[in-house]
């Protein structure tokens, strides 16, 4: 998650504590903070960062993410970990730089109906099943960001 524009492919570092602009390198992690999308359970990656975003910032609805951006970058993982025990990469392709508000409507629309069919369902076998659709459905939201026609070569 970046400030809207504010992404700097290959040069991009985040910042330790706030998404404030600054170049000051004591206030920068060694590399861009990001979640690994695990092949098979790519929608994960997603419940991650949204994690990771409410409970930091108590960012809690779509509207909340104005101004931000869901990037997907093709990279490096580094050998140390984020300041909160986050993946830390270096940045080798942009892959995609997606309004944040749009992609988290639609995770916390996935969300709501996982948590309505958890609800509903009288057996374990409907909770698999439901918990299968839930992660399909999101793995697919992530592959709709990763589509190649919105690839961004420049880093």
Known sequence: MDLLGQWQGNAHRSRLSSYAWTEDPKELEAGISCYRIPVG?????????????????????????VGMQVTIFEG????????????????????????????????LLIMEQQAKLEGANETQQEDVRADRQMKARKSALIKRLMNPSRRNTNG
């Open 41 to 65: 359970d790519e929608g994960s990656a997603l419940d991650r960062l949204l994690d990771y975003w409410t409970d930091h910032t108590g960012q809690l609805r779509a509207a909340d993410y």
């Open 76 to 107: 490096e993982l580094l050998s140390s970990t984020g300041a909160n025990q986050e993946d830390l990469a270096s940045c080798i392709t942009t892959v995609s730089e997606t309004d944040a508000v749009e992609v988290v409507a639609q995770l």
